[in-house]
C-alpha cells in the first residue's frame, strides 16, 4: 500500500514542491489550501502524472473549526497518515515595529502559529494510535536569528520552532518523529505576498544571489521523511551558498 502525506499550504511554491516530489515516489496526497481552482488544477496534474491518489481539501488553517472538521472528517481510508509537511505560512509586510500594521501582525499570528498548531495537533492525534508518523514543521532562517522590520513575522517563526521541540518531547513516547526545516532566501511567492503584489521589491531580495528553489526545500523534505524509521532529524537550517545566515549574504 502507498504512504500518505498531508500537506498544508499545497497551491504554490513549498506546498506544491513536496507534493509533487511525494507524489512522484508514490505517496498518496492530501492537498489543502484557500485557492480551490489551484488545488483542483494540481490534483488533476498529479493524478494524471503520477497515479496516486488525491484528495484535494480546501479550507483555512486560521478557523480550528474547519480545520478539526476537515482532519475528523477524513474518510477512513485516509486516516492512517505517515507524514504531515506543516507548511501553511506567510510574512505580511516588513516595517518598523511602531509603524507596522496590527492587520499584518493578526494574519501572521494567526496562521503561522494558531493554524499551525492547530493542523498539528489534529494529525497527530491520527498518528498516536499508530505509534508512527513525521510531522515535518517549515519554519525560517527568522526563527533562529532577528532582523530589522522582521519584529512579527520572526516572532512567529521562533514560535514554530519552540513548538516543533516541544512536539518533539510530547510526542516521543508514541515513536512519532517531528522535524523543523528552517529554509533562508528561496525564491517563490513568499516575497512577493510579503510585499502586497510590489514585484519589484520582492525581486530585489533576490539581487545577486542564486536562491533556493521550492523545489530544493521539497527535495530535503522528502529526505528527512525518507530516512530509516530509528532516524529523526530534528532541526535544519537550509540556506542558498551565497546566503550564511539571515545577516551575511555574498551577493554578485
Not at 539581487?207 to 530535503?220: F, Q, R, S, Y
Request: glycine content about 6%.
Amino acid at each position: 500500500m502507498n504512504k500518505t502525506v498531508f500537506i498544508t499550504g499545497a497551491t504554490a511554491g513549498f506546498g506544491e514542491a513536496c507534493a509533487k516530489k511525494f507524489a512522484a515516489n508514490h505517496y498518496n496526497v492530501i492537498i489543502t489550501g484557500r485557492r480551490q481552482d489551484r488545488l483542483e488544477q494540481l490534483a488533476e496534474t498529479l493524478t494524471s502524472t503520477y497515479s496516486v491518489a488525491v484528495l484535494p481539501l480546501v479550507f483555512d488553517v486560521r478557523n480550528r473549526d474547519h480545520v478539526s472538521e476537515a482532519i475528523a472528517g477524513l474518510p477512513e481510508s485516509w486516516k492512517q497518515i505517515d507524514v504531515l509537511v506543516n507548511n501553511a505560512g506567510l510574512a505580511a509586510g516588513k516595517d518598523d515595529f511602531a509603524q507596522a500594521s496590527l492587520d499584518d501582525w493578526d494574519t501572521m499570528v494567526d496562521t503561522n502559529i494558531k493554524g499551525f498548531a492547530y493542523v498539528a495537533q489534529a494529525v497527530s492525534r491520527l498518528m498516536i494510535p499508530h505509534k508512527r508518523g513525521h510531522i515535518i514543521n517549515l519554519g525560517s532562517v527568522a526563527a533562529k536569528q532577528v532582523y530589522a522590520q522582521g519584529n512579527m513575522y520572526c516572532a512567529t517563526k521562533h514560535a514554530v520552532d519552540a513548538l516543533s521541540q516541544a512536539m518533539r518531547i510530547d510526542l516521543l513516547p508514541f515513536h512519532i518523529k517531528v522535524t523543523a526545516i528552517h529554509p533562508g532566501a528561496a525564491n517563490t511567492e513568499f516575497s512577493t505576498v510579503r510585499f502586497k503584489g510590489d514585484r519589484i521589491a520582492a525581486d530585489k531580495v533576490y539581487e545577486g544571489l542564486i536562491p533556493l528553489i521550492a523545489e530544493d526545500i521539497a527535495e530535503t523534505i522528502f529526505y528527512c521523511a525518507a530516512l530509516p524509521a530509528h532516524v529523526c532529524i530534528n532541526d535544519l537550517v537550509i540556506t542558498c551558498t551565497q546566503q550564511a545566515d539571515c545577516f551575511y549574504y555574498d551577493r554578485e
